[in-house]
């Protein structure tokens, strides 16, 4: 594990020597420049590993294992109510330093606003919305409300102590660190937690981000756990071993079924965590294989599946360090099934029994490690780069002087006709794909949706929510219908949020497309000008609404309407009326959804463009003069030929 960081640094220091070597060359600053950049981004390398699951899935207990240390609360109740991220110490923030950021005034007002309006309850501001809470009627809220109904209960417990607070951040202690973590009342005020704390996993530079149980980031975070999707270098998904999975589970992964293309690298590990739970064998293979499909089911195909189990791995990270005690190598024992006169197996040994070996061994291999090789063949091909560049100007140094005079004159008629081509190259073209790119996957967002209207329509009108046993049906039909409306916008941002994912890898497509033209344009005035490889641009994924308009629960009264009773609607086929009566009636409001949402993109995509396209032509630009610079100086034999030589030469060292 611990090459990876010492690869990195090493490469940094290539860079850097290099970057030295030609700082002083006419028309080599912008590369050494460049080399120096891209040093101090590998020195300050950061891997971020973000977990995901249902609630009690284990996610704290496998991150627990993986740092060798009980450094995150675990409880068999739901625990992680704060996203916490586990950070390599630095000088600002040392070892065991707890940083809690909160969330803004208008974060939390509108959290509070937009939770109690789950409840039909509309409030003007914080102080006044937080009073309505009491007006709740707890014998009635929906399972899907729940989550929001918590959130509310421990804004108001918490304001008292955490009011003060809002808007700035807390520095505290490991001790203070865990109440934060756990204790939903004041987790709910923060944005976020840093712990910075050392241990062989940070110490590599890696981020590892622990997330609340999936149900409660679907319900309440679905833009923060996208971001962490979409940014992370790898994704931990974690179940549990004899859990089925949940709906919360299912819209998680279907939304990485969506985005796993866009993405450069597989980035997904799955874990089957609590093995140790297996009956037998056969019983783990069943469980294993049922996961698999779960997955397939989602858009997942060839998952990297591991069986593990994470208190296992736990004990037999602290045998190692000779910390168990006296109760825990009892269970230790008995996981591995020994008896108390039994030799102890090598704690290697047991990790490898725990399943923590055989992931541990894939997950740097095939995902930091490559991270890393991809990060270091960069790095050598900007040093070849400069290399080449040296080499061409050493050469036209040489050249005999009447041809460096002939060569003077052309040379300065190609570069105002390198440039010239340069602004010449019209955009238009990918500007029209764009759109059409856009216009096309929103075509599909809607047909998906109807796809899946059946599914999300049994699952808001089930029999457990429509039983007749004495309860108020039309309100039970009401927040039926309200779920489906939930879940139709929900999936519907979700959606539009992996559309504005796809089109940010179109618009990167379309910007290499450009940079190659350029290129191509340029080799024409300047053969020896190797331009930079082209720099992915990331897009911020817009703010989507998660609602649709009022009028759809409106139109939507009549075929709610047709319900009689219980018996009809899913023995007869009243459900099956109902159904599609609603599904008519809500093209339209769907539409103008997805209408609004694209609207949102077309703009920040082509705001974007037009940025990417000013940043590339302005970069290939000063790649040609500065190019032009040092072909002008080596024409006019203003330069110290034997000390280019010597400096070449050192340079190919580095490159070796
Ligand atoms: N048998 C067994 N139990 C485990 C294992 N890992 C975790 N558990 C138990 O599962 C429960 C949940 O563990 P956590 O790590 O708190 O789960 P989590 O996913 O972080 O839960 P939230 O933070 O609430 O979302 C705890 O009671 C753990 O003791 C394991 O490997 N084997
Ligand atoms: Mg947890």
């Known amino acids: 594990m611990n090459q990876l960081k010492q690869k990195l640094i090493e490469a940094a220091g290539r860079l850097r ?39 009690s899935a284990g996610k704290s207990s496998f991150a627990n294992a993986l740092m060798g240390e009980m450094v995150l609360p675990v409880s068999p109740n739901p625990t992680t109510a704060a996203i916490n991220k586990i950070m390599p110490p630095t000088d600002e923030f040392p070892h065991g330093t707890v940083r809690v950021v909160l969330k803004t005034q208008e974060a939390i007002e509108s959290d509070v606003l937009r939770s109690l309006a789950i409840f039909s309850i509309h409030a003007d501001n914080l102080a006044s919305g937080l009073k309505e809470v009491e007006r709740i009627d707890v014998s009635q809220i929906a399972p899907n409300a729940k989550p929001h109904y918590t959130f509310l209960k421990a804004v108001t417990k918490g304001f008292a102590e955490m009011g003060g607070h809002i808007g700035g951040e807390l520095i ?89 293309d866009s993405f450069e690298m597989d980035k997904m590990f799955f874990l089957v965590n609590a093995c140790d739970l297996a009956a037998s064998e056969e019983e783990l293979a069943g469980v294993l294989e049922h996961v698999g499909k779960n997955l397939l089911q989602c858009g997942i195909r060839h998952p990297r599946i591991y069986p593990v189990s994470s208190q296992t791995a736990m004990l037999a990270r602290l045998h190692a360090k000779g910390k168990l005690a006296g109760s825990s190598e009892k269970v230790y024992r008995q996981r591995l099934n020994l008896s108390e006169t039994d030799e102890l197996l090598s704690a290697e040994q047991a990790l490898a029994h725990s399943g923590l070996t055989a992931f541990e061994q894939d997950f740097m291999r095939y995902t930091l490690g490559e ?76 047909q998906r949706l109807f796809f899946r209207f059946n599914e999300l329509f049994a699952y808001a009108f089930n029999p457990s929510v429509l039983k007749e046993d004495g309860r108020n049906m039309k309100q039970a039909l009401q927040s039926s219908l309200q779920d489906l409306l939930r879940m139709i916008g929900y999936d519907l941002a979700q959606e539009l949020r992996a559309t504005s994912l796809r089109l940010e890898k179109f618009l990167n497509k379309c910007g290499a497309r450009l940079t190659a033209q350029w290129a191509k344009e340029t080799a024409e005035y300047a053969p020896g000008l190797t331009l930079a490889a082209y720099a992915y641009h990331q897009v911020e994924t817009p703010t989507f609404n998660e609602e649709l308009s009022p009028q759809a629960s409106q139109s939507l009264q009549k075929p709610l309407g047709l319900f009689k009773n219980s018996k009809d609607f899913f023995e007869q086929n009243g459900k099956t009326k109902m159904r599609d009566e609603m599904e008519k009636l809500l093209q339209e409001p769907v539409a103008q959804f997805i209408a609004a949402g694209g609207d949102l993109l077309a703009t920040q995509i082509a705001e974007a463009f037009a940025a990417v396209v000013e940043a590339e032509r302005n970069r290939v630009i000063v790649q040609v003069d500065e190019y032009f610079t040092g072909v002008f100086a080596a024409l006019d034999a203003t330069l110290d030929l034997a000390d280019l030589q010597a400096r070449q030469q050192r340079i190919g060292a580095q490159i070796m």
């Open 371 to 446: 991270l890393t090789e991809v990060a270091v063949t960069n790095a050598f091909a900007e040093m070849k780069r400069a290399h080449a560049t040296l080499g061409e100007f050493i050469q036209m140094a040489q050249a005999d002087v009447h041809l460096r005079a002939e060569k003077r004159q052309a040379a300065s008629d190609a570069k105002a006709a390198a440039v010239a081509a340069i602004h010449a190259l019209s955009v238009a073209s990918e500007e029209r794909d764009l759109v059409k790119e856009r216009e096309e996957l929103l075509y599909y967002v809607k």
């Open 172 to 260: 505290v202690d490991m001790t203070a660190f865990k109440g934060f973590v756990a204790k939903e009342e004041k987790a709910c005020f923060a944005e976020y937690i840093e712990l910075y704390f050392s241990c062989p996993l940070t110490d590599q530079g890696i981020v590892l981000v622990d997330t609340p149980g999936a149900d409660s980031i679907n319900a309440r975070h679905t833009g923060v756990a996208f971001d962490y999707m979409k940014n992370a270098d790898v994704v931990l998904f974690v179940t549990y071993y004899n859990h089925a999975f949940a709906q919360a589970d299912r819209e998680f992964l279907l939304q990485m079924g969506r985005v796993k």
């Open 17 to 55: 020597t290099v970057s030295r070597e030609v700082a002083i060359v006419p028309g080599m600053q912008a590369q050494a420049t460049s080399m120096l950049e891209r040093a101090e981004r590998l020195e300050a390398n950061r891997f971020t590993v973000a977990l995901f699951g249902a609630f």
